[in-house]
């Protein structure tokens, strides 16, 4: 796996992500050549036919992402992948279609743009189905032993054969042994399969090293072998995008990489907020008199609603949202999660929560500092007490701004039980340790995503 924006990804995701765009640039120049002919020389450097195919590249690609085409867990069955691929020439040909008429000399013409996109097509189909049997060769996959049982090195193995573009086969683990393991065994069947398979990857997971631990074994693999010993922490972390709490210490926290930010950083991720904050809230100005009509026409009581959250450095700050409920949705019970289908949440406010248009006033938040675009979600101050005191490290994640949306928030449905809070906390944790700009980007791609396809809808 690479690591690209402090977030980890299978090469071959990247592989397949670059081979796709090199196919989109030449099927399109082809286009504009077939046509054109002599002329292309002309169209291609003095009519800015190199950037119309770059933007064109961008969009298909953004398609393919929104269509989750780059999405392991939609892979298969193959006639639903195929379908979904064939949505995006479909989707550029209407698109293009419309601009030609609006923008005639948006394109090259021609007809070259849309003769490009039938050569994509059928480029397409032939290179997923040439990387869907390159991907499955034996040489180009790294064969792993697990070392460890229990219940941590059972969902490392299930991890790694659930996410087959890893590339990693697990070609044997201890807890293949029978109950009863010694040193001298774990160390007999590590030794019989690294000799056997050829591994390539040994992965730590063991959970009670003192007597088990077959540690001359792994120096001899490690020095004289080209074999590599690693931690499950990472693996586990790289596999599910989560830091987990069951196994998590101070000591990992103080040693580990991530954790810390610069004062550069901060400063660039300022200015980015909001300068983005403030584009977006002129963008959907024109929206609010709309969304405060329907508000007031659809139940009585303020069109916006403010509350306590607790922010970075457990700072108190008031958080602005338009109200999605009724105005005495806690005059009984007092402060309470929201719950699918609650019945406190008015009509208009449910398609405000589901459409995300709910959170415009948060862009305030956002311009005050109070807030960042990413980040963990932020909390009101009586549930993070009572949070804190039943989960460990609650209290790391307000050593950031909170966000409008964030690593937990498109990774995991929205929490209103205290399991669900510890869930989403180690999505939180994750995102502090590898904070960056380009993590941020790609949470706000993904969270675009999620709004235009109506997930995760809250």
Same mark, same amino acid.
């Given at each position: 796996? &690479?690591?690209?924006?402090?977030?980890?990804?299978?090469?071959?995701?990247?592989?397949?992500?670059?081979?796709?765009a090199?196919l989109?640039?030449?099927?399109?120049?082809?286009?504009? #050549?077939?046509?054109?002919?002599?002329?292309?020389? &002309?169209?291609?450097?003095?009519?800015?036919?190199?950037?119309?195919?770059?933007?064109?590249?961008v969009?298909?690609?953004?398609?393919?992402?929104?269509f989750?085409?780059?999405?392991?867990?939609? !892979?298969?069955?193959?006639?639903?992948?195929?379908?979904?691929?064939?949505?995006?020439p479909?989707?550029?040909?209407?698109?293009? %279609?419309?601009?030609?008429?609006?923008?005639?000399?948006?394109?090259?013409?021609?007809?070259?743009?849309?003769l490009?996109?039938?050569?994509?097509?059928? %480029?397409?189909?032939?290179?997923?189905s040439?990387? =869907?049997?390159?991907?499955?060769?034996?040489?180009?996959?790294?064969?792993?032993?697990?070392l460890?049982?229990?219940e941590r090195?059972?969902?490392?193995?299930?991890?790694?054969? =659930?996410?087959?573009?890893?590339? %990693?086969?697990?070609?044997?683990?201890?807890?293949?042994?029978?109950?009863?393991?010694?040193?001298?065994?774990?160390?007999?069947?590590l030794?019989?399969i690294?000799?056997?398979?050829?591994?390539?990857?040994?992965?730590? =997971?063991m959970?009670?090293?003192?007597?088990?631990?077959?540690?001359?074994?792994?120096?001899?693999l490690?020095?004289?072998?080209?074999?590599? #010993?690693?931690?499950?922490?990472?693996?586990?972390?790289?596999?599910?995008?989560?830091?987990?709490?069951?196994?998590?210490?101070?000591?990992?926290?103080? !040693?580990?990489?991530?954790?810390?930010?610069?004062d550069?950083f901060?400063?660039?991720?300022r200015?980015?907020? !909001?300068?983005v904050?403030?584009?977006?809230?002129?963008?959907?100005?024109?929206?609010?008199?709309?969304?405060?009509?329907? #508000?007031?026409?659809?139940?009585?009581?303020?069109?916006?609603?403010?509350?306590?959250?607790?922010?970075?450095?457990?700072?108190?700050?008031?958080?602005?949202?338009?109200?999605?409920?009724?105005?005495?949705?806690?005059?009984?019970s007092?402060?309470?999660?929201?719950?699918?289908?609650? +019945?406190? &949440?008015?009509?208009?406010?449910? !398609?405000?929560?589901?459409?995300?248009l709910?959170?415009?006033?948060?862009?305030?938040?956002?311009?005050?500092?109070?807030? %960042?675009?990413?980040? +963990?979600?932020?909390?009101?101050?009586?549930?993070?007490?009572?949070?804190?005191?039943?989960?460990?490290?609650?209290?790391?994640?307000?050593l950031?701004?909170?966000?409008?949306?964030?690593?937990?928030?498109?990774?995991?449905?929205?929490?209103?039980?205290?399991?669900?809070?510890k869930?989403?906390?180690?999505?939180?944790?994750?995102?502090?340790?590898?904070?960056?700009?380009?993590?941020?980007?790609?949470?706000?791609?993904?969270?675009?995503?999620?709004?235009?396809?109506?997930?995760?809808?809250?």
């Amino acid at each position: 796996m &690479i690591r690209l924006f402090n977030v980890y990804y299978p090469i071959r995701a990247l592989v397949l992500v670059m081979g796709e765009a090199l196919l989109i640039v030449t099927s399109l120049l082809l286009g504009i #050549i077939l046509r054109f002919r002599e002329d292309s020389y &002309i169209v291609l450097n003095f009519e800015y036919g190199y950037y119309k195919i770059l933007v064109l590249t961008v969009f298909a690609l953004l398609l393919c992402h929104v269509f989750d085409l780059y999405d392991p867990s939609h !892979f298969d069955p193959k006639d639903e992948l195929y379908f979904r691929l064939l949505l995006v020439p479909g989707v550029l040909a209407f698109g293009l %279609a419309i601009l030609e008429v609006i923008f005639p000399s948006a394109m090259p013409g021609n007809l070259s743009s849309f003769l490009g996109l039938v050569i994509l097509t059928v %480029a397409l189909f032939g290179w997923r189905s040439a990387y =869907a049997w390159l991907a499955s060769q034996p040489f180009l996959r790294e064969r792993v032993y697990v070392l460890g049982t229990g219940e941590r090195a059972y969902r490392l193995v299930q991890g790694l054969q =659930a996410h087959p573009e890893i590339g %990693a086969d697990v070609v044997g683990w201890t807890g293949d042994l029978p109950a009863v393991l010694t040193r001298e065994t774990v160390a007999s069947h590590l030794n019989e399969i690294a000799r056997n398979k050829a591994v390539h990857r040994v992965i730590v =997971a063991m959970q009670d090293r003192r007597n088990a631990m077959p540690m001359q074994e792994l120096l001899q693999l490690r020095l004289h072998g080209s074999v590599h #010993i690693e931690e499950a922490t990472s693996w586990l972390e790289k596999i599910s995008g989560k830091i987990e709490l069951e196994h998590l210490y101070p000591s990992w926290i103080i !040693f580990a990489e991530g954790f810390r930010v610069s004062d550069t950083f901060k400063l660039v991720r300022r200015l980015l907020n !909001f300068t983005v904050g403030l584009f977006v809230l002129i963008l959907t100005a024109p929206l609010i008199p709309f969304i405060a009509l329907a #508000i007031r026409l659809d139940s009585p009581g303020s069109v916006f609603y403010r509350q306590q959250r607790v922010g970075r450095g457990e700072k108190i700050f008031h958080c602005y949202k338009f109200r999605t409920m009724r105005q005495d949705a806690e005059a009984d019970s007092g402060p309470t999660w929201a719950h699918d289908d609650d +019945p406190r &949440i008015t009509r208009v406010g449910r !398609f405000l929560r589901v459409s995300r248009l709910d959170e415009i006033p948060q862009l305030w938040c956002v311009l005050k500092g109070d807030m %960042a675009f990413a980040g +963990p979600r932020p909390e009101r101050p009586e549930f993070v007490e009572w949070l804190a005191k039943e989960i460990p490290y609650y209290n790391l994640r307000h050593l950031v701004r909170p966000g409008i949306t964030g690593w937990a928030q498109i990774r995991y449905r929205y929490a209103n039980t205290v399991e669900d809070a510890k869930e989403k906390l180690q999505y939180d944790l994750f995102y502090i340790k590898n904070a960056s700009i380009g993590l941020d980007v790609l949470i706000m791609f993904q969270t675009i995503k999620i709004v235009l396809l109506g997930r995760g809808a809250r």
